[in-house]
């Protein structure tokens, strides 16, 4: 190994709380320590290190600030009932980082690097990984361009972070379906846009929709196609399934949507269950067709935050869809249950999803 790749570790002297009980606001509680990494043209990645967690200081020209190219990820690390600590298919989060970065002009990480280090945070915060049914410890990778220079162009220089948050369980009262609205006047991405990267534009360009969509009663915002705005998307930071008339059916990967691991794992599963998944152009249009004939027979959204997270109504253009009566699908709650049953460890894992950090 070359002198560069040598990880560092800087004990923190002053450890924190934890917090008592997992309620907490998702994202707002953070641990110990936090890794870095960081990239110069001619260098490469170099300097990998684990640190106490704080602020970090910028040149107030760094590319980050003015021209956004910057990436992240989102995964969890899962406590057992014995006490381990799981990891859910942590590579395929490496590899988009990758395919992010690469769509945002930022140089490759090395993805089996990344996750040794990885593993050393986790390890070195284990006491972290709440415990609770439904708690996680949710572990937030990203890249910022660092470079001192108002140039448009891609940066020389970047810094790699890892953050780790303790979350508690997304729905408190037990699975609870949601209310959607399906947009039709702003865009999250066209193809040949940066909707397949997780990059921090994507996000902060549908605050207005969803704002919107708030207001009227709704959990979030159901994006259609950019262009003629009559195929199904994804919904803010989530996968979107339908069943239909017993057929399940997801938009195919189209260079805008998202490539949600947990989409992946939910079409192994299925496909494990001799279920296959359609992948293909699905039409609003369909959608009410299908519910006006009284075959919309359940919608998930699919995510790392919610991994389920059962549609009970959508809305599109004064139109109201109710699905399932509001109440939860059976193939939904099984997803559920099976899915997080193999990242906590109660459920046999015939996949081989789980990397154990020990
Ligand atoms: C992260 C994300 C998803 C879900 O991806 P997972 O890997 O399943 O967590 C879906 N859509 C968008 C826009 C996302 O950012």
């Known amino acids: 190994m070359v002198n560069t790749y040598q990880l560092e570790v800087v004990e923190s002297t002053n ?32 300097e990998p290190k684990i640190v106490p967690y704080g602020p970090i200081t910028l040149d107030p020209a760094a590319m980050i600030f003015h021209y956004g190219q910057t990436v992240f990820e989102g995964m969890k690390a899962y406590r057992t009932e014995d006490g381990r600590v799981l990891l859910f298919r942590p590579e395929k989060n490496f590899e988009r980082l990758n395919l992010s970065s690469e769509r945002l002009s930022i140089p490759p990480v090395d993805e089996k690097a990344m ?22 410890l949710y572990i937030r990778p990203f890249i910022i361009s660092t470079e001192a220079n ?16 303790p979350v508690g369980s997304y729905f408190t009262g037990g699975l609870t379906p949601v209310i959607i609205h399906v947009e039709d ?3 999250r991405a066209v193809k040949g846009g940066t909707g397949m990267a997780k990059t921090a534009g994507n996000y902060s360009s549908g605050y207005q929709a969803q704002a919107n969509a708030k207001k009227a009663g709704n ?7 950019g262009i003629e705005k009559k195929y199904i998307e994804e919904v803010g930071s ?121």
Request: glycine letters at 8%; aromatic letters at 10%.
């Open 15 to 46: 450890k924190k709380d934890k917090p008592l009980h997992d309620q907490v606001p998702f994202g707002t509680i953070f641990t110990d320590h936090m890794f870095t990494l960081e990239y110069e043209e001619g260098k490469g990645w170099h």
């Open 115 to 136: 996750l040794e280090y990885l593993t050393e945070l986790i390890k070195l915060e284990k006491n972290w990984v709440p415990a609770t049914q439904g708690t996680s």
């Open 150 to 165: 108002l140039a448009v162009a891609p940066a020389k220089a970047y810094k790699l972070m890892i953050i780790l948050s």
């Open 185 to 187: 006047q702003f865009t």
């Open 219 to 225: 959990a979030d915002v159901l994006w259609l196609d």
């Open 238 to 358: 989530m996968n979107i399934f339908f069943k239909i008339n017993g057929e399940i059916v997801t938009p195919a990967l189209n260079g805008s949507i998202l490539n949600g691991i947990t989409r992946t794992s939910i079409i192994e599963l299925l496909g494990s269950w001799g279920i296959s998944v359609a992948q293909r152009k699905v039409s609003v249009n369909e959608i009410y067709e299908a519910y006006e004939a009284g075959q919309l027979e359940e919608v998930f959204g699919t995510g790392t935050a919610a991994v389920i997270s059962p549609v009970g109504e959508l809305n599109w253009q004064g139109k109201k869809m109710v699905v399932n009566n509001h109440q939860i699908g059976e193939l939904s709650q099984k997803l559920y249950d099976t899915i997080t049953g193999i990242q906590t460890g109660k459920v046999e894992d015939p996949l081989g999803w789980t990397v154990e950090v020990k």
